[in-house]
């Protein structure tokens, strides 16, 4: 059983950074991918990035690429570096969990957090 839990979120104008974090509690943590998604009003929710268990394997979307940076450390937490953020980042951030492989695909997600708003102004 893993238990994630987000923080980090908040107002933040355009060209601004956020970075959020994700803590992961249950023993199995280190053998999960663990994912970033987001949901903006009125939107399906979306892939942000993944990491896989080892760290060392990164998957952005194509929106975000090059101003995102997903990380993970062996304390239980997996990171969201948000770089130049501009108001269509505007969307309430979720991290989640996987065993095994990385995917895209919010429905092959086993764990959820509770979510973080993150609101870009401009």
């Known amino acids: 059983q893993v238990q994630l839990v987000e923080s980090g979120g908040g107002l933040v104008q355009a060209g601004g950074s956020l970075r959020l974090s994700c803590a992961a509690s249950?023993?199995?943590?280190?053998?999960?991918?663990m994912g970033w998604f987001r949901q903006a009003p009125g939107k399906e929710r979306e892939f942000v990035a993944a990491i896989d268990w080892s760290g060392g394997i990164t998957y952005y979307a194509d929106s975000v690429k090059g101003r995102f940076t997903i990380s993970r450390d062996n304390a239980k937490n997996t990171y969201l570096q948000m770089n130049t953020l501009q108001p269509e980042d505007t969307a309430v951030y979720f991290c989640?969990?996987?065993?095994?492989?990385?995917?895209?695909?919010?429905?092959?997600?086993?764990?959820w957090g509770q979510g973080t708003q993150v609101t870009v102004s401009s």
């Open positions: 989640a969990a996987r065993p095994y492989r990385a995917s895209m695909d919010s429905a092959s997600y086993d764990y």
């Open positions: 249950g023993r199995a943590f280190m053998s999960y991918v």
